[in-house]
C-alpha cells in the first residue's frame, strides 16, 4: 500500500550535477528525509523537508550545494545535488516520518529502496 520510489541517481564526475526524485505512494502529510551510507560508514542524514511547516534542513557537507524542495501536491520529493564531490558517492535513501538528520533516527516510518551515486574525481 505504501511505497517510495526513488531515481535520479547515476555516475558523475567532480562538480556535476544530479537530482534525486523520491516518489511517496499510499501516503501524505509525511515528513521527508533524504540519507545516504557509503560502505563501511555510518548513515548520515542529508537533508530533510517537513511538509506542513515548509521547512528545509540540510547537513553541514551539504549546504548550499543541495537543495530539498516538493511538488504542490507534496506526493514527490527532489534532492537537486549541485557541485558535486567524490564524498558525496553513497547510496541516497529517502523516508516518510518526522523530519530529523540525526544519523541513530528510527523517526521514519517507511523507506526507499536507494539509488546510488557515484562521484569520480
Known amino acids: 500500500e505504501v511505497q517510495l520510489v526513488e531515481s535520479g541517481g547515476g555516475s558523475v564526475q567532480a562538480g556535476g550535477s544530479l537530482r534525486l526524485s523520491c516518489a511517496a505512494f499510499g501516503l501524505e502529510n509525511y515528513d521527508i528525509g533524504w540519507f545516504r551510507q557509503a560502505p563501511g560508514k555510518e548513515r548520515e542524514g542529508v537533508s530533510c523537508i517537513t511538509i506542513s511547516g515548509r521547512n528545509t534542513y540540510y547537513a553541514n557537507s551539504v549546504n548550499g550545494r543541495f537543495t530539498i524542495s516538493s511538488d504542490n501536491a507534496m506526493n514527490t520529493v527532489y534532492l537537486q545535488m549541485n557541485s558535486l564531490k567524490p564524498e558525496d558517492s553513497a547510496v541516497y535513501y529517502c523516508?516518510?516520518?518526522?523530519?530529523?538528520?540525526?544519523?541513530?533516527?528510527?523517526?521514519?516510518?517507511?523507506w526507499g529502496q536507494g539509488t546510488q551515486v557515484f562521484v569520480s574525481s
Open positions: 523516508g516518510a516520518g518526522t523530519c530529523t538528520l540525526q544519523a541513530g533516527t528510527d523517526d521514519y516510518d517507511f
